[in-house]
């Protein structure tokens, strides 16, 4: 079967090796000039199978309010007249209860649980590098009550059976020995052993480059203007260098997905929400992290890539742009400098990047209303660690095959 993917992100990508490995005529269509030149190139680099939940949680709404009001805010919003952000704002907020969040986790975690194994899978089948590492994430507190309240994410992950440790003051250095450094910053820490880490943009281009091993074609440099409907049927899409004929089409374009979906009557609730990151050259190894260490306190991500550091986090609620604030940079520098001091931050690359995100934190895989379309987008915060079991689940669902995990539940018909 053809099948055109469009966007060469993490999503498209992986999504493009499973199809061609299943067999089909796989094209991939980006506006940029390589993969993962968007959204999956500068994320915070966790594959965080254990750290996985929704942002939409009992008591956020408060936490939020809160954050607005922080100097080195982890969350920003800047209200504008925009029907598609109030939606998503008010829809986001109604997932904040008890049970929305439950469905929703359960839902994120079974994803995640089988991408873990899809990764696996993929690695050992490929045996591409990207600066991977099996070292977990360390969620650090700088406080006491941040400790204490973490015992219902630990009450959650033992319900889950996700393995974790809760650590003092020197646990955590024992993990993290570059803590060492920052010892009176910290009071413990939550650890996910399981938690993996690596370069999603170096991931994407090595497998981009497998794919094209099977028979998959990639054109970059060609922006998707519509899609081509026929009698509930798709033909194919139309690009600004003309048409692209196919029997199916997976529409995997992050933050831009629902735009296009809009124009043939499907209502995607994915919103940008912009967040940030830095990537440091590493300057001495004993002074950089070994893993993925999670500031709690301003919800950033400080992350070992090889010979770099990424840091990276902050949810900005702005709308389609990718300006870059001094003030959020400055953000990022103060909490990986206060727990990692002696770092230079002034050869740093500044970044920011727009999570395409859903209400639910369940991103949106499986068939639509119109045959042979299909949709694998909305991965929000986790589009890395998620994207190899969603590639697995859509490869099947477009070959007719069942998927291996209970896919039900995460088609777009679950917005009706
Ligand atoms: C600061 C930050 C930190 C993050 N940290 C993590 C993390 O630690 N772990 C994790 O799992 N996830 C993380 N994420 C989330 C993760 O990066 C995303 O979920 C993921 O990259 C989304 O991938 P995607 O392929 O859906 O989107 P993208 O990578 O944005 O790919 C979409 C593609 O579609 C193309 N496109 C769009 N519109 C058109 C058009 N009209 N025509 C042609 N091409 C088009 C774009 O060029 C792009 O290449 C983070 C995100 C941010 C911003």
Redesign the pocket.
Known sequence: MKVTI????????TTAYQLAKAGHQVTV????AG??????????????FGYCSPWAAPGIPQKALKWLFMKHAPLILRPKIDAAMLSWLVRMLSNCTSERYAVNKSRMLRLADYSRIALADLRAETGIAYDERMQGTLQLFRTQQQLDASAKDVKALAADGIPYEVLDRDGCIRVEPALSHARDKIVGGLLTPKDETGD?FKFTNALAAKAVELGAQFLYG????ALQVEGGQIRGVL?DQGPILSDAVVV?????SP??LKQVGIRLPVYPV????LTIPIVDPERAPES?VMDETYKI?I?RLGDRIRV???AEISGYTNDLGLARRNTLEHSVMDLFPGGDVSKAAFW?????MTPDGTPVIGATKIRGLFLN?G?????????CGSARVISDLVSGRKAEIDTADLSVARYR
């Open positions: 469009l966007g060469a992100g993490v999503i498209g990508v269509v980006d506006r940029q993969p993962a030149l968007e959204t999956s190139f500068a994320n915070a680099g966790e594959v965080s999603c060609r922006t998707i203007k690009t995997a374009l992050g933050s831009y735009l296009l912009k967040g940030y990151s993925t991500a992350t990276g986090g902050m920011s990047g727009l999570r395409p987008t991965h929000g915060t986790l589009g890395w660690t998620m994207s």
